[in-house]
């Protein structure tokens, strides 16, 4: 599994950072980062959530 991030959306709202901070971070002022190209299984549930809770849709699950 990947994830995308639309950087035209992203707001740096950092839901997605709350919900899964070893796959994204936030910078203060700044937009999304992705820190992992392959996203492990064990982290499916937090990155299903900080899709779901992102307040502008600006990520996106890429199944493998």
Do not use: W
């Not at 740096?12 to 910078?27: Q, T």
């Not at 499916?44 to 699950?61: H, K, M, N, W």
């Amino acid at each position: 599994m990947k994830v995308e991030a639309d950087l035209e959306l992203c707001q740096g709202h950092a839901m997605c950072s709350l919900e899964a901070p070893d796959v994204f971070d936030v910078p203060e002022r700044d937009t999304v980062r992705i820190l992992m190209d392959d996203i492990p299984e064990n982290l499916r549930g937090d990155v299903e959530s900080a899709v779901r809770y992102c307040p502008t849709r600006a990520l996106l699950i890429i199944e493998d």
